[in-house]
């Protein structure tokens, strides 16, 4: 072996430390960066974004930041980068870096599903996506593949104030790994919503996710008849603002009760948002709800693609 030789060697054998990210790219500390980056139709200034592909699919990232670090192959082009996706399920992150800022674009490699062959993925019951889309939407096409949340993974921020583990489906509680969808126009909606409701005096860290993602096989066990919800597509959440930790929505209109007032206040919110044209609001549905015997009052967001209102 000569020296040049031994060295590629040596690179080779190294490179999955050299390629792991190191403390300095942590992502900025702020919600928004001063850059976009665009990827699957989401404009996104989000310190902290997500994203889900098939594996060996090609990602296009549209950005005047550099890609600094990352795993996968990646390549440049005139509008940004390439990243293609390697042939297994998996986690990655891709930094981005420009003006002394750092975005991260966590990426999901999917673990494939077939609907109406796959029933359950790893013994964790799936069911039956309609195959006819919803007047033939492509936002209701049934998915392809789904994250596998393995052990550890529920605390990955996916967003700069959400969590992997907010958004799992509520059946099977304790199997592992679960498996779900998160939607990036969803999160950034989150984000946008979450940052106008602070911005409104309403203190909120994050939302409290009631339901996220579900399963077809749950939401028909709920006794949802639905096959077109937005929950079994990762991109409707429902929330409240739960800062005091008591479980329920806070008295937002202050008048000392909890109420679908208090939950009518934050979906007129978003409803603002909507009409104010906002790059970061995918359109879609906005919901409010009342309590009952086993929750407190919240709304329903979901991106959806049109308009709707209830
Ligand atoms: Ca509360
Ligand atoms: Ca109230």
Not at 20 to 31: C, H, K, M, Q, V
Not at 105 to 115: G, H, I, Q
Request: glycine share 10%; hydrophobic share 40%; charged share 20%.
């Amino acid at each position: 072996m000569n020296t040049l030789h031994f060295f590629a060697f040596a690179l080779s054998t190294l490179s999955p430390s050299l390629t792991t990210p190191t403390p300095e790219l942590a992502p900025s500390s702020t919600t928004r960066v001063e850059f976009d980056i665009a990827y699957q139709n989401v404009s996104s200034d989000l310190s902290i974004n997500s994203a889900t592909v098939m594996p060996g699919e090609m990602l296009e990232i549209e950005t005047n930041a550099n890609l600094t670090v990352g795993t996968g192959e990646m390549s440049r082009d005139a509008d940004g980068w390439i990243w293609t996706a390697p042939d297994t399920p998996g986690h990655h992150q891709l930094y981005f870096q420009s003006g002394g800022e750092t975005a991260l674009l966590n990426v999901f490699v999917l673990t494939p599903f077939e609907n109406g062959e796959d029933v359950s993925l790893d013994g964790y019951r799936v069911g039956e996506y309609n195959p006819v889309p919803l007047r033939g939407m492509e936002r209701y096409v049934p998915p392809t593949g789904f994250i596998e949340m393995l052990p550890g993974m529920e605390d990955i921020q996916i967003a700069p104030h959400f969590r992997l583990g907010q958004f799992i489906c509520k059946q099977q509680p304790g199997h592992d790994p679960t498996f779900l969808l998160v939607d990036p126009h969803m999160l950034l909606k989150l984000e946008t919503l979450l940052t106008a409701a602070n911005d409104r005096g309403w203190e909120a860290d994050t939302f409290f996710v009631m339901s996220g993602f579900r399963t077809p096989f749950y939401n028909a066990a709920i006794g949802n008849t639905t096959t077109s919800s937005r929950h079994l597509f990762g991109d409707a959440a429902d929330i409240y603002i739960d800062q005091d930790g008591d479980g329920v929505m806070d008295d937002l209109n202050g008048d000392g009760r909890i109420t679908r007032e208090d939950a009518a206040e934050l979906a007129a919110l978003a409803a603002e948002i909507a009409d104010s044209g906002s790059d970061h609001w995918h359109s879609g549905g906005i919901g409010i709800y009342s309590a009952n015997a086993v929750h407190g009052p919240f709304i329903h967001v979901d991106a959806r693609g049109y308009r709707a209102r209830w």
